[in-house]
């Protein structure tokens, strides 16, 4: 069974040049018709729209995307995950910080109220675990429920938004999003990285989502996408839990290696640390 099939939307019609998927007015009306397909979809809310940005807008983002060795990544290397991704808005590219202060913005901000029915959304300027991301052949991102305040801004993390940026991405490369039910007995969606799709999903303790197996593109290319993470003061009462860092889940299949020593260190301190521990401590050796 193609568990995307019948959650992929395109917004391929009325294009329109500029940042935006289309000019502000049509943004809304397109925010009001999705809502009801957002808020009830399995196994939590969440939408994939594909050719949702103008093409050349990404072409360009494409265009001066940073190899693996182009600029000082963060490298995730421990069994829970392999990628890399960018530390800094002046690590963008002009067109890539365009497009992501376009996601940014007033408009794009009220389409996703809309469309979520969250209100008083507030976008992350430091793009703290967004930005760039990019697995390598083998890379992964296990099953997980993400990091629920924000290090700086102590703030609700409520809503992520996933860019794929990979032309001619073939099925058996691999690297499909997954998004899994509350109890962990099944994957309920696979979305297959391809370029100009987009993905919207709420936030929340459970949230499960990774690309959990291996990439098998050939060597030379990546799996490549824009992370944007959006946020709010407060959240639903039901919503509430305690501040955690990100929160790894397996799947039945899953054993998880034991890391090389100094990784399985970092991790332990990571999940164990005390968030408001961890954000002083970032912040003591990054500067910020």
């Known amino acids: 069974m ?18 935006y998927p289309a000019p502000p007015e049509l943004l809304l009306e397109r925010a009001e018709r999705l809502s ?10 969440h939408i994939v729209i594909d050719d949702f940005f103008p093409e050349a807008v990404l072409d360009a983002v494409l265009a001066e995307f940073p190899d693996p060795r182009g600029i000082d990544w963060a490298r995730f290397d421990r069994d829970t995950e392999n990628k890399l991704a960018s530390k800094f808005e002046v690590q963008l590219g002009d ?19 809309t ?22 052949r083998g890379g992964f991102l296990k099953i997980h429920a993400d990091f629920n305040r924000h290090p700086r ?44 799709r987009c993905v919207v999903f709420s936030t929340t303790d ?10 098998t593109c050939p060597e030379g290319r990546t799996r490549k996408s824009v992370a944007m993470y959006y946020y709010s003061n407060g959240r639903p009462e039901d919503e509430v839990t305690g501040e955690h860092n990100t929160a ?14 100094q990784h399985a260190i970092k991790s332990l301190v990571q999940d164990w640390t005390p968030p408001a521990l961890l954000r002083l401590l970032t912040r003591m050796r990054s500067g910020r």
């Open 153 to 196: 801004l102590a703030l609700d993390r409520r809503l992520n938004l996933l860019v794929y940026l990979n032309r001619d991405w073939k099925e058996e490369y691999g690297g499909h999003l997954e998004l899994w039910t509350q109890d962990m007995s099944r994957c309920a969606v696979r979305v297959l990285p391809v370029f100009n």
């Open 36 to 45: 009801d397909q957002y808020r009830s979809a399995d196994p939590f809310p």
């Open 95 to 113: 067109r890539t910080r365009q497009f992501c202060w376009g996601l940014n913005s007033q408009v794009f901000i009220s389409f996703l109220e």
């Open 206 to 215: 459970y949230s499960y989502h990774g690309h959990p197996d291996p990439v």
């Open 115 to 136: 469309l979520t029915g969250i209100e008083g959304l507030i976008p992350d300027p430091h793009l703290w675990g967004g930005g760039l991301h990019q697995i390598a």
């Open 2 to 19: 193609n568990l995307e099939a019948t959650r992929v939307i395109s917004l391929s019609e009325e294009r329109d040049r500029g940042t």
């Open 248 to 261: 790894w889940k397996k799947r039945h299949a899953d054993e998880f290696g034991i890391a090389p020593k």
